[in-house]
């Protein structure tokens, strides 16, 4: 005759806990809250893109009254404004340029800096987190004037400066996940016959991808938004304008704003790096995660 043994029940970790009816009322109440101050100026933007300058001036929180359809040609007066088109272009070929140069070139030199332990290597490090806290404000006019000078007013000019700006956050977020591969795994590639390169491209590379999206995705954003650098170094008068700067036609010389057509433009600037934000979001905690916890 067998025994049965019953076990006793395992206790809820932590994390099960469950939560009181109060605490879930706040969490909720705070989750609604941060959502319509997120959400809230781009419905706003939204909103108004479909209201002529004065209603805009006189009651911007107001729904758009009279023709529906009336509305779209803020959007026909943005698109056809000069230069859009051509903005849309170069903002595209500069933010995919420049995001694949600073993926590219921040994992090697993350790649290097973490398993070549020498000082030098690891004040590169540091050089590289202490330029995540100096604001861009601080190297403004020097940045510029040597634009300038080496002439760089241009997309590539542009694609090396958002490389050399966006390599410190994305080269510490790197190094975070190299440092939580087992060498292991790479003296397997070695024994295997892979060379140093061979057993970054072939091994590390495709370990990154988390941390590689994540770092896309930070800086797609800022780039495609950016209007401050593009200002500064490309200006108004080049053809080589990005979205943000040629936004910047709709205010005329005596102080005249067209914002039914800045608000339209600024809708179709968001668009695109939305649907590029929902089809990736999903790697972004992983990433994070991995890239400045893990080592």
């Known amino acids: 005759m067998t025994t049965k043994v019953t076990k006793p029940a395992a206790k809820p970790a932590p994390s099960e806990a469950k939560v009181s009816g109060g605490a879930k009322g706040l969490i909720y109440a705070v989750l609604i809250f941060l959502t319509i101050v997120f959400l809230g100026p781009i419905f706003f933007i939204l ?35 000069e230069g859009f088109g051509w903005a849309i272009v170069w903002s595209f070929v500069i933010t995919i340029l420049s995001v694949a140069a600073v993926v590219f070139f921040s994992s090697m030199t993350a790649y290097y800096i973490t398993r070549v332990k020498t000082w030098w290597t690891s004040t590169l490090y540091y050089l590289f987190v202490f330029s995540m806290v100096i604001p861009f404000q601080m190297v403004m006019f020097p940045t510029v004037v040597i634009a300038d000078r080496l002439g760089m007013a241009n997309p590539l000019g542009m694609v090396i400066l958002y490389m050399g700006f966006g390599s410190g956050l994305s080269v510490f977020m790197f190094s975070g996940f190299i440092k939580s591969i087992p060498l292991e795994i790479e003296e397997a590639a070695t024994i295997d016959g892979c060379s140093p390169l061979s057993t970054f491209f072939r091994v590390v590379m495709p370990m990154l991808k988390p941390t590689a999206i994540t770092v896309a995705i930070l800086n797609a954003m800022w780039i495609w938004n950016d209007y401050l650098l593009p200002y500064l170094v490309v200006g108004l008068s080049t053809p080589y304008r990005t979205i943000p700067v040629v936004i910047q036609q709709f205010i005329g010389s005596q102080g005249d704003r067209d914002l039914g057509a800045m608000m339209a433009m600024l809708v179709l600037a968001i668009i695109p790096i939305i649907i590029f934000y929902m089809s990736a979001q999903k790697h972004i905690v992983e990433g994070v995660a991995a890239g400045a916890v893990k080592g």
């Open 47 to 81: 909103l108004n893109s479909f209201k002529d300058r004065f209603a805009i001036s006189n009651n911007p929180f107001a729904l758009p009254v009279g023709d529906m359809w009336a509305g779209f040609s803020n959007y026909v007066t943005g698109i056809q404004g």
